[in-house]
């Protein structure tokens, strides 16, 4: 039950990433992004955080480090991927998800706790929620606005890629000014997904507002066991 | 030594919030008659000689692949800069 966290130059969030995948029993492996090598995991998470300062466009750089090319072949043959935030806009810029996230609407820097709904449970990273369940987790982020064209938004949605949405209040707005409140989203086959919030920090009693997060690993593992 | 210049700008449907806190400070300077601020990017690659036409081709892939997203930007000028431009290293 090996899973597999990246670190490039500039990442936050994969120590808190690894300990949340410790903390449900799995065996979280480090990978360095100038490596080649996934080092014999089973599944994959990019973290959170600030890849080569977000030069450029957030995750543009990241994209091309050594360690993708493999990451990018093992998850089109189905290996599991989460992309949190930082991580997302890696998997958007692979092309990996489609869609891309630009900076929120509002223009200030986001440090949240969000409800999100939970709109599809039969991903690799959400078979440990329920379909419509409503969660609370953490979200911080400059750059989180998801946005595609209607074509996409509409594919996505038919298809039920859509895996998280924020749950705006009546004549309220979501936090980052995503299209169609998008807080996250998977590929055709449901292994790979990315989402703007943090479950990562949501895992362990006393330094979150919930302990949600732990679904996205438990999810995982399972997934692990059966392959 | 020769330079490329490409220019990248968010398509036109795509918010450009930093577009707008541009458009935001202008008429506080007084420049009341402008009504819309887009902002974009400009690269400046340079080569040892002259820009030929495998030049600019490899600066139209680098720009297609890694200095724009083609689902958000459009690559909106890929071109040798002029002579009479003033020179990056100078």
Redo the contacts between chains.
């Keep these: 039950m090996k899973v597999g966290v990246v670190t490039f130059p500039g990442s936050l969030d994969d120590r808190d990433a690894a300990r949340a995948v410790r903390a449900v029993g799995g065996e979280a492996v480090s990978l360095w992004h100038g490596d080649a090598d996934l080092r014999g995991v089973d599944a994959v998470i990019l973290p959170g955080g600030f890849s080569y300062g977000d030069y450029?466009?957030c995750g543009?750089?990241a994209r091309?480090a050594p360690v993708m090319g493999e990451i990018i072949e093992r998850s089109r043959g189905g290996m599991p991927v989460l992309g949190i935030c930082n991580g997302f806009q890696v998997l958007?810029?692979s092309h990996l998800l489609?869609?891309?996230l630009?900076?929120?609407?509002?223009?200030k820097f986001n440090c949240v706790d969000t409800r999100l709904r939970v709109e599809n449970a039969g991903t690799a990273w959400t078979s440990d929620f329920e379909a419509g369940q409503e969660v609370t987790v953490v979200l911080k982020n400059g750059e989180g606005?998801f946005?595609?064209?209607q074509r996409t938004l509409d594919e996505l949605e038919g298809e039920g890629r859509v895996v998280f949405r924020y749950v705006v209040p009546d004549g309220g707005k979501n936090p980052n000014?995503s299209y169609r409140d998008i807080a996250g989203i998977a590929n055709d086959r449901g292994n790979i997904v990315g989402l703007m919030p943090h479950p990562e920090h949501c895992v362990e009693e006393g330094y979150g507002p919930s302990l949600d997060g732990l679904p996205f690993f438990t999810s995982v593992l399972k997934q692990v066991v059966s392959a | 030594m020769g330079h490329v210049v490409i220019d990248v700008m968010?398509k036109p449907?795509?918010?450009d919030?930093?577009g707008?806190?541009v458009n935001g400070a202008l008429p506080r300077l007084g420049f009341e008659q402008f009504t819309d601020v887009r902002q974009g990017k400009r690269f400046v690659l340079s080569v040892d000689g002259e820009v030929t036409a495998e030049v600019l081709a490899a600066a139209r892939e680098a720009a297609e692949k890694?200095?724009s997203?083609p689902?958000?930007e459009d690559v909106v000028s890929v071109r040798a800069q002029h002579a009479d431009e003033q020179d990056p290293d100078q």
């Design positions: 450029l466009r543009a750089i091309f958007c810029e489609p869609g891309a630009i900076r929120n609407d509002h223009r606005g946005v595609a064209d000014g | 968010l449907e795509i918010l919030p930093q707008q806190a890694l200095l997203n689902v958000i």
